[in-house]
């Protein structure tokens, strides 16, 4: 069986999309990074220097992609 590509599968939900790869990945291709643009609104990023885990090993850079993008799609109690 076939299985789609996870860009894909994240394309119908439409929901807000956050990808953050760093450009020195060396699991996965920085490249494919490009895939998640078929995701309708997904914002992409691409840390400089960066490996597999920029959580880790540029974690202030990373969080600030985190907090903004979060405040961009809170929900408010109004």
Known sequence: MDEQALPDRLAVLGKPLQVIFGDEDRRWRP??????RAVPG????????AGHTPIMEDPSHT????LA???RHAVRAD
């Not at 997904?42 to 220097?49: F, I, K, P």
Request: net charge negative.
């Open 69 to 71: 993008f979060t405040a």
């Open 42 to 49: 997904a914002r992409v990023e691409l840390l400089a220097g």
């Open 63 to 66: 969080a600030a992609l985190l």
């Open 31 to 36: 490249s494919s990074a490009a895939d998640y």
